[in-house]
């Protein structure tokens, strides 16, 4: 396969769809990778815990929840819980494909490039379609693997004597956990093949329809995180009233029993490993896969074919008729970073998406957290939990304004041709951040203190500090992130405006450190002082005090350093 | 009447690393109001850095540059006020529509409204781009690229414009379209002053032509003078630049 057109261009699609790159020693991002390793080791553990968790309970609380016969029999319910966790899994999976499918079989600049190599059609595709699905196999296999694994641990612990339940030790355990991590994707895959065609339709209309693209994307955090904090309410009170042993009603048992019945041909696979009738579901499985390997050839041949090949993805322009209009140089700078974020998708998510969801984000955690910090010591640090989640999600948030000086690309370069002094070009990005900033903090800290829902309590000075502060941390790390970036720019590629650089990482390195500093800090220091002085109000003034000191600090000091010199350092930065 | 000098370049000098030969080494040249001058020289021959250090993208060694009377280097915005340039890549900003890029670049020489929508609708009448100026820029051809970033350049009628191998990749229509808004920059008192690759086009447009090679200037050529000569300006280059036609 090696020296063959197909064994060139899998390769080459291999390394693309793995990001597999030769690291150069100085090039490393350290904050990047730290983050990175604590986010997937904290995920990880999470995802281990709750799962065992659950899987241990959930058959224990599943027999004393429904009065029905069948509840009683263990290894039944740990089959349905498995075949709901597959069916998740070929979700979450249809949903990788279906990126990753529209992602690459797309007609860009790489592929007329690819056209016009002495290759077939059929080669690049076929080398395409490879290399999609042992991505999906690899990333599906994540995640079975981890269930299957987690799911036989945990079962084990609670029934000893049932051979029938998943044996870790066992070979056919591992054999089967392989069988599946081969077969499940091509599942997955078929949908996302047959999905793709609506689905990159769907995109390409909706790629142009900038503002309406902003409000999904703001809509959908929004409506994500306020069901996560419902959810989270949902099951505290349910755990707190004892109601969550009644979660699995007659109807919701009756649905998982039917939902595990007829969730073919995903209830194959749960067969299997349960080791149920292998003499006719292993076949059944091959042939079901072959199918989809079949189906998912003549679909994406389609796509490709019909669909690609005839350009029908390239995106059609607006052509809407707007007079000229006369503004300031600096208006214009700003004006332009405005529309570059609105205008590029990704942009649009990482930093509107987030930046305006931000007041529901805060809002729901801070509820959380004020709530298990009270019930732990017993004592209302309302204003300084406020503190904390707002600079931390603030912080978050800005870290896309480490990106400012490497989103520019090849026109960094062009751009010093203007008659404009360098100060302003980057006092411009560094105002549009500022301006979204302030709406954004404003929203959120008028939404705590507002407090429709009545669990957070803090007053209308309060506010006033907590807009404060956090508009003098967050400003700070604007400067701070920005003047990062520019002294090690990474620039974007036209095509490709994805930036990721170390600055974005250290940006949220130290924004978290302030933050975190700054809010338990202040809890800490409240509590000393009300000791101290014996006095609730003197104390928390103290607090407040120190706070905005800090705060100032933070924000003279990255002023200095990205304004001092400011000139002198752009002029030295040179594609 | 007296000619304006609109480039001045005195002993300049460039270069990249220390231990990088120069990119340019002790350049000078002189441009003056309604002339067409070009810069020839092979690949790597230091044309770009020189365009590059002319319009004050990439910082100077040493020596001077001098913009219609303002120091590059001293004066730089008024320098950068008096030229509009277009780069060899069109890089122009992407995400805009063609008539939000050309308002932007008239917002930025501070251009007034009823000028721009006058000089907006002369060049659409000689560059056509129709109705696609109100579409994004990412949607634009190689040559609406290059037709977007010429209307930007000249927005506001510089004193000098500069221009980076501006036929490359540009159907006969355009290219003849923007050698005729060349003739009527220079008519108008203005300079144009390009690098190019293209000799037919050098030979044809210029009046004054400067070869550069391992970033020295090598010759200078008076075009009235030279047309009146039977040798070629393609045998010309090859004869001082010390390079063959074929490598055999």
């Known amino acids: 396969m090696k020296n063959t057109s197909f064994g060139i261009l899998a390769k080459r699609e291999l390394k693309g769809l793995f990001s597999i790159k030769k690291l ?47 509840a009683e029999q263990l290894v039944l319910r740990q089959r349905e819980f498995m075949t709901l966790s597959y069916a998740i899994i070929v979700i979450v999976g249809i949903l990788l494909g279906l990126g990753k499918i529209n992602g690459s079989i797309t007609y860009d600049k790489e592929m007329e490039n690819l056209l016009r190599l002495p290759v077939t059609n059929q080669e690049i595709f076929l080398s395409k379609l490879t290399t999609l699905y042992i991505y999906q196999v690899v990333s599906m296999s994540i995640m079975i693997i981890a269930v299957n694994v987690t799911f036989a641990v945990a079962t084990d612990r609670i029934i000893t004597n049932q051979s029938i339940v998943p044996d870790i030790n066992s070979v056919w355990f591992w054999v089967c956990t392989a069988l599946t991590c081969l077969m499940l994707p091509a599942l997955s895959f078929l949908f996302s093949a047959v999905l793709s065609v609506p689905a990159k339709y769907i995109v390409n209309w909706i790629k142009t329809k900038y503002i309406l693209l902003a409000i999904l994307f703001i809509a959908t955090l929004c409506v994500a995180f306020w069901l996560y904090s419902s959810v989270l309410t949902l099951v505290r009170s349910m755990f707190e009233t004892g109601q969550i042993k009644y979660t699995f009603s007659d109807e919701v048992v009756k649905f998982i029993i039917g939902f595990d019945a007829t969730c073919y041909p995903v209830a194959f696979f749960t067969d299997a490993i349960f080791g149920v009738g292998l003499w006719y579901n292993l076949p059944i499985m091959v042939v ?20 690609i090949m005839n350009g029908a993805n390239i995106k059609k322009a607006f052509n809407k008729k707007i007079a000229m209009k006369k503004s300031s140089p600096f208006g214009a700078f700003v004006w332009k970073e405005f529309i570059t974020v609105l ?33 732990m010591i017993a004592l209302e640090f309302n204003f300084e939990i406020g503190l904390l989640c707002v600079t931390m999600f603030a912080v978050l948030t800005n870290t896309f304004c480490a990106t400012n000086i490497s989103r520019e690309g090849e026109l960094f370069i062009i751009n ?22 302030v709406i954004s903090l404003l929203a959120t800290c008028l939404l705590l203190w507002l407090n429709p829902q009545g669990f957070f309590n803090i007053n209308a000075g309060e506010f006033i500090v907590m807009l404060c502060v956090s508009l003098l941390i967050t400003t700070g790390e604007i400067f701070m992130a920005t003047n990062r970036d520019l002294r090690r720019p990474k620039f974007s590629i036209a095509n490709n405006p994805s930036v990721s650089n170390s600055a974005s990482s250290f940006s949220i390195a130290i924004g978290f450190i302030i933050s975190i500093a ?28 120190v706070v905005i000191c800090v705060s100032a600090i933070f924000l003279l000091v990255n002023a200095l350093c990205l304004f001092v010199g400011l000139g002198k350092r752009v002029n030295r930065t040179v594609n | 009447m007296e000619t304006q000098v609109t480039v001045k370049i005195t002993k300049l000098n460039k270069r990249y690393n220390p231990s990088a030969p120069l990119a340019v080494d002790n350049l000078s040249l002189v441009a003056y109001g309604g002339e067409i001058i070009g810069i020839m020289g092979q690949n790597g021959a230091g044309k770009t850095t020189t365009l590059k250090m002319m319009t004050g993208m990439i910082p100077i060694d040493s020596g001077e540059i001098e913009l219609c009377g303002y120091s590059i280097k001293t004066q730089p915005t008024e320098a950068k006020a008096q030229f509009g340039f277009v780069s060899d890549n069109h890089a122009v900003f992407d995400k805009m529509t063609g008539i939000e890029y050309v308002n932007f670049m008239a917002d930025i020489y501070r251009v007034d409204l009823d000028t721009r929508v006058q000089r907006l609708n002369m060049f659409q009448d000689s560059l056509d781009l129709g109705e696609a100026i109100y579409n994004e820029i990412s949607s634009y051809s190689h040559g609406m690229k290059q037709k977007i970033a010429i209307m930007g350049a000249l927005i506001h009628f510089p004193k000098l414009w500069i221009l980076d191998e501006p036929m490359t990749g540009l159907d006969p229509q355009t290219t003849y379209r923007v050698k005729e808004l060349m003739f009527e920059h220079k008519a108008n008192g203005n300079t144009v002053l390009f690098s190019s690759h293209n000799i037919d086009a050098v030979e044809k447009l210029c009046d004054r032509v400067y070869i550069v090679s391992k970033g020295k200037l090598i010759d200078q050529i008076n075009m009235n003078e030279f047309r009146k000569g039977s040798t070629t300006l393609e045998d010309h280059f090859f004869e001082v630049t010390h390079l063959h036609k074929r490598d055999d």
């Open chain 1, 343 to 375: 205008r590029t998708p990704d942009y649009t998510f990482s930093y509107f998406g987030t930046a305006f969801s931000l007041p529901i984000m805060v809002y729901c955690c801070t509820g959380i957290l004020a709530e298990l910090i009270t019930n």
């Open chain 1, 24 to 70: 150069r020693v100085k090039n490393i991002d350290i904050f990047g990778l730290l983050l990175n390793l604590v986010i997937v080791c904290a995920i990880g553990t999470a995802f281990v815990l709750v799962l065992t968790g659950v899987i241990g309970q959930y058959s224990v609380i599943y027999q004393r929840s429904s009065t029905l016969p069948r």
């Open chain 1, 416 to 437: 010093k041709s203007l008659p404009t002094n360098y100060s302003m070009q980057v006092l411009a990005k560094v105002l549009f951040c500022s301006i979204i900033n």
């Open chain 1, 288 to 307: 079901v896969t072959i199918a989809c390997i079949l189906l998912i050839y003549l679909f994406t041949r389609y796509l490709f074919n019909n669909y």
């Open chain 1, 518 to 545: 700054l809010g338990f800090g202040a809890i800490v220091l409240n509590f000393l002082m009300a000791r101290k002085f014996q006095n609730a109000i003197i104390a928390h003034r103290v607090v407040v005090a």
